[in-house]
């Protein structure tokens, strides 16, 4: 599989503009990427520029702070879901990891997955806000779950994918589910790294100058 089909290209930038989506779709058809990567209001805007294309459309929820109600992202899903979305995205509740509420993020993760049904439910775990023992738990709670992947990070954070993270994440999850490294990959070099170690996708806003 060549590297372009890793791809969830990427633009969740507070100021993309429909045409900003358009363009990003548009360059995800012409570079065969697996996948867009789009706010919730842009995701009817990106279904109907992909419409008749093998490109998936990924929507964020919870993005990026992941502390709403679990009832708000549960909406969001579902939302995102009839607006034309083929997998989910969302962001763990960070505070309720560090408050120890393991049940409530399992909780969350479970009814999110429930109502997207068959759609791809990626966890986002905000790996730069954890300890090692949290990063852990989350990935733990999320295959208890029963998602589909883990991911490392937003982008929005205070730091991005690291390999040590997606080591980390292999071992806790090995075959169960799937990971997405996400946050800071600008190069060929670096994606082709994160794939040697196991990640199944790539999410960047960089997806054209990282297959040249």
Not at 42 to 56: F, N, Q, S
Not at 92 to 109: L, M, Q, T
Not at 170 to 183: E, H, P, T, Y
Not at 196 to 212: F, N, Q, W
């Amino acid at each position: 599989m060549g590297l372009e089909k890793y791809i969830d290209h990427t633009n969740l930038k507070p100021t993309a503009s429909g045409q900003d989506i358009v363009a990003l779709c548009k360059d995800a058809i012409v570079n065969d990427f697996y996948a867009v990567c789009v706010n919730g209001c842009h995701v009817a805007t990106a279904h109907e520029t992909l419409k008749g294309t093998p490109v998936k459309v990924a929507a964020v929820i919870g993005f990026p702070l992941g502390a709403m109600s679990t009832k708000a992202k549960v909406f969001e899903a579902m939302d995102c879901i009839e607006n034309g979305a083929d997998e989910i995205d969302m962001v763990i509740n960070v505070g309720w990891i560090k408050s120890e509420r393991f049940d409530a993020v399992r909780d969350e993760i479970k009814a999110i997955k429930k109502a997207i049904g068959p759609k791809i439910l990626k966890v986002i775990i905000e790996t730069c806000y954890l300890t090692e023992a949290e990063k852990e738990r989350a990935c733990l709670l999320a295959v208890d779950a029963k998602a589909d992947f883990v991911k490392t990070s937003t982008g929005f954070g205070n730091g991005g994918a690291t390999l040590a993270d997606v080591q980390l994440m292999k071992r806790v999850v090995a075959d169960q589910l799937k990971i997405k490294a996400s946050g800071g990959i600008k190069t060929k070099e670096e994606a082709l790294k994160y794939i040697a170690l196991g990640v199944s996708r790539i999410g960047t806003s960089s997806g054209p100058e990282l297959i040249k």
